[in-house]
């Protein structure tokens, strides 16, 4: 069965400082894998997403996530924190086209916070 | 396009009342999904439809809960009885194929006294 494992629950960063949300994974085929970001009482906005292809996806507010085959993660990272990015966000795994479940299972979420 | 719509965005009822989530997909989306948020269990799925038509509903927690899809524009989740323990965050998503991304809308936040 399909997976997501966010170990994090909460990840502390001052701001200017790069920043990583860690994501790992297990299907059994070839993974399609998201961000997903939730703001305090709003529904979850979609960052980015890897399907096949580079390794290294970039997104919407200069986020960007690697995808590690071998290592079965798929961070969430970016070079510089802003205060702005404080929210929680969730990794989420489907199997690929043709696989045996069609859900997308997600993580239970990491709080990121940033100090001004 | 206005993204996906839902309403109410805050729901308060007492236990024993009949609940009704709306949802107004995106334009052009074939894929429909409704999502249950709560402290303890995260983000959970309860049911899919793929034009109009439910394909998998094993999360809906018993049978109390029913959704259904009339035409390609709304959903609605319904809930009775309700029930002190179904307060939760209630997201719907659209998506325009089974395995592309799935935009949520705001959530109806729903307490059951």
């Known amino acids: 069965a399909q997976s997501v494992a966010q170990p994090e629950d909460q990840v502390n960063v001052a701001e200017g400082n790069p920043l990583t949300v860690k994501c790992t994974y297990s299907v059994s085929g070839n993974p399609y894998l998201f961000w997903y970001v939730q703001y305090p009482n709003r529904g979850l906005q979609f960052l980015l997403k890897y399907i096949t292809g580079d390794n290294l996806v970039k997104g919407s507010y200069g986020f960007e996530a690697e995808f590690n085959k071998s290592q079965t993660s798929f961070h969430l990272k970016k070079p510089s924190a802003l205060v702005s990015d404080s929210a929680l966000y969730f990794c989420?795994?489907?199997?690929?086209?043709?696989?045996?479940?069609?859900?997308?299972?997600f993580g239970t979420g990491t709080l990121l916070a940033v100090q001004p | 396009d206005a993204g996906v719509i839902q309403s109410p965005r805050h729901e308060v009822t007492e236990m024993g009342q009949e609940v009704t989530l709306r949802c107004k997909p995106i334009s052009g989306h074939d894929y429909l999904f409704w999502y249950r948020q709560t402290m303890m269990r995260g983000l959970e799925l309860l049911i899919y439809f793929n034009n109009n038509v439910p394909i998998d509903d094993s999360g809906m927690p018993e049978d109390r809960f029913s959704a259904k899809m009339p035409n390609a524009s709304f959903s609605t989740l319904k809930i009775q009885p309700s029930e002190p323990r179904d307060s939760a965050v209630y997201f719907c998503a659209s998506a325009l194929t089974e395995t592309d991304t799935q935009y949520f809308g705001p959530g109806t936040r729903l307490t059951v006294l």
């Open positions: 989420a795994v489907r199997e690929g086209y043709g696989g045996a479940t069609n859900k997308l299972i």
